[in-house]
């Protein structure tokens, strides 16, 4: 029997407080919860708009230092105008770190931007 659909991508991270206000601030996603789970770990859930999948953001110091390798993993977001998303996360101190990119033979623009702990997020602009 086949999965039924993806509900959730976990990063663990160190500075809960940094990470949350940038998923929130620079971002733009709606935190939908928080809490402790059973082992003790602080766990805050986010959703982008017009999506159902979360993205649980895990504090949990017994596991040691996060240590996040390069092009190890990323999220990617849909953005409507990558130009000024890219100025707006600049002057909240997250300047891109690619890009954007000219548009590719779809018409798409890509650019990357490190988040907090070096979790890499891709912000696309689909041709309109």
């Keep these: 029997m086949p999965v039924r659909r993806l509900l959730h991508t976990r990063y663990r991270v160190d500075d809960l ?3 949350v206000s940038f ?3 620079v971002l733009g996603l709606e935190q939908v ?3 402790t789970s059973g082992r003790g770990s602080t766990l805050v859930f986010f959703k982008a708009p017009g999506s159902e999948e979360l993205i649980e953001i895990c504090h949990y110091p ?3 230092p996060v240590q996040v390798g390069a092009d190890l993993t990323h999220l990617a977001f849909e ?3 990558i130009e000024a998303f890219a100025a707006e996360a600049a002057k909240k101190g997250y300047p891109f770190s690619e890009g954007p990119s000219a548009p590719s033979s779809s018409g ?3 650019g990357f931007i ?3 702990e070096g979790y890499e997020i891709e912000l696309i ?3 309109k």
């Design 62 to 64: 017994k596991s040691g």
């Design 114 to 116: 490190d988040a907090p």
């Design 108 to 110: 798409s623009r890509i």
């Design 33 to 35: 919860s928080s809490h």
């Design 125 to 127: 602009e689909k041709k």
């Design 23 to 25: 998923y929130k601030d």
């Design 79 to 81: 953005v409507d105008d």
């Design 17 to 19: 407080a940094k990470t």
